[in-house]
């Protein structure tokens, strides 16, 4: 299992962000299906491909308005059977994500 730090508290969502988020990974583009939670310094989302442990990456948000990217680094990875109950897919995997700056995700849902 994977072991989450976070110190400041978490926001869970109810409701989806909005607008398209996505997790770059040197040349992958990862749909995020779900954003379990966010805090200041970090998010955990939910992916349909693989990712490892200690990858550096950069979170892409953006509706009509905005075009936010953040880095960050993947802190835990682990992979889901049967993933989100509006997924089809037969496998995700959860990412645990450290962002390199604060948040400014959590202000647009």
């Known amino acids: 299992m994977h072991s989450d730090k976070r110190r ?3 926001a869970v969502y109810t409701h989806q ?3 398209k988020m996505q997790v770059l990974l040197r040349d992958q583009c990862l749909d995020v299906y ?3 939670d966010a805090s200041q310094t970090g998010l955990q989302l939910e992916v349909g491909n693989r990712v490892d442990k ?3 990456i950069l979170v892409r948000y953006w509706t009509k308005e905005v ?3 953040l880095n960050g680094t993947v802190i835990w990875s ?3 059977s049967g993933g989100s109950k509006d997924i089809a897919q037969a496998e995700t995997c959860v990412l645990g994500i450290r962002l390199a700056s604060p948040s400014l995700l ?3 849902w």
């Open 17 to 19: 962000p909005t607008g």
């Open 106 to 108: 959590q202000t647009f």
């Open 67 to 69: 075009d936010i990217k």
């Open 8 to 10: 400041e508290s978490r």
């Open 78 to 80: 682990s992979i889901r």
């Open 34 to 36: 779900t954003v379990k």
């Open 54 to 56: 200690g990858e550096n």
